[in-house]
């Protein structure tokens, strides 16, 4: 008797493993950002990391991605889809809040961050070299520079008699940013008006009264959802015709007067490595924590002319990127 006769008068049937059945038993990540799903360029970045370790989208790892869209409140939700579809790593990135929802959500769950905070500041973790938990990640501490990128604005625009603040209050670090903002503007000695903004009518209502005020320059400060509308921002700041400094090159890529932050793409992509480690049986308690260490002062040239400043060849030297 042949064996495939006697298997089916057995009652045993053997079918071929099959190339779905492979791709169920890959593991899935939960993608959590607080801003716009518009952010390509760090996604393209995490997917860099990942693949670096040897995980692939759609082969070997399924990634499920959520973006609150500013709406902060909306966070703790989305981490408990994640909880329900029991995935194997949650990444809690733009923001120290979205890592905050994810901590309170669970504490066995691996949680790879990737924000612009000080993550023992904020419980994240026990220290840098030993984060002791269930989290660790990319730490940018950019946050933290609201008054280096208030003193390069001055810089920039020396005659400015007065500058404007723009701040989220929604965001977890601005009590923070607010008194480093206030730190700067001592040590400038003059004026700065601070508007706060969570939403598209509070941005435009702020631009409107740094109008009023007669503001000469404009600190937009470090928060993922003001990165997500940048195009309004920026179509904002030309309208009234305000030279400003931002957090991220890409503002100053698009239009913007000037930047000083991180990559973005190397951080996305540090953090997606760490997310490939952990799903290869790396402990978040015995990762330390990334710390960027490289900071980049971009100035686009086109744009200072177009508001009529020149910028000193001095200025132009501390540049580590110009645009013409």
């Known amino acids: 008797m042949r064996r495939r006769d006697f298997l089916l008068l057995s009652g045993a049937v053997i079918w071929p493993r099959s190339s779905r059945a492979q ?9 959590l950002h607080s801003g716009s799903k518009l952010r390509s360029p760090h996604i393209r970045g995490f997917g860099a990391g990942l693949s670096e370790i ?22 703790g939700a989305m981490v408990a889809e994640f909880l329900n579809a029991n995935v194997s ?3 809690a990135v733009g923001g120290v809040h979205t890592a905050i929802a994810a901590k ?8 790879v961050f990737a924000n612009g905070s000080d993550p023992v500041r904020f419980g994240l973790v026990e220290s840098l070299n030993r984060p002791g938990g269930n989290m660790t990640g990319v730490s940018l501490f950019t946050a933290t520079l609201e008054a280096k990128r208030l003193g390069l604005l001055a810089e920039l625009v020396p005659a400015a008699r007065s500058f404007g603040v723009l701040i989220n209050q929604a965001n977890d670090n ?15 000695g003059r004026p700065i008006s601070i508007q706060k903004a969570s939403n598209a009518q509070e941005i435009e209502a702020a631009f409107a009264t740094f109008s009023q005020q007669q503001i000469n320059a404009l600190l937009v400060a470090s928060d993922p ?34 930047s000083y932050g991180t990559n973005l793409f190397d951080n996305y992509r540090m953090a997606g490595q760490y997310v490939g480690r952990v799903l290869k049986g790396e402990k978040p308690a015995t990762l330390p924590v990334f710390q960027a260490t490289k900071f980049e002062f971009v100035i686009n040239l086109k744009t200072a002319k ?19």
């Open 23 to 31: 791709q169920a038993a890959a593991p899935v990540v939960g993608f």
């Open 54 to 75: 040897g995980f692939v989208e759609g082969q070997n790892v399924t990634v499920q991605y959520r973006f609150a869209e500013g709406r902060y409140d909306q966070l």
């Open 89 to 91: 790593v949650i990444v």
């Open 104 to 111: 309170s959500a669970s504490t066995s769950i691996p949680i």
């Open 174 to 188: 601005a009590e923070m940013q607010l008194k480093d903002v206030a730190q700067g503007g001592v040590l400038l």
């Open 225 to 258: 959802y003001f990165f997500g509308e940048r195009e309004k921002i920026l179509a904002l700041a030309a309208r009234y015709k305000l030279p400003a400094i931002y957090e991220w090159r890409e503002f100053a890529e698009s239009g913007g007067l000037a």
């Open 306 to 324: 177009t508001l009529g400043l020149e910028v000193s060849p001095t200025v132009s030297a501390r540049a580590d990127d110009i645009i013409e």
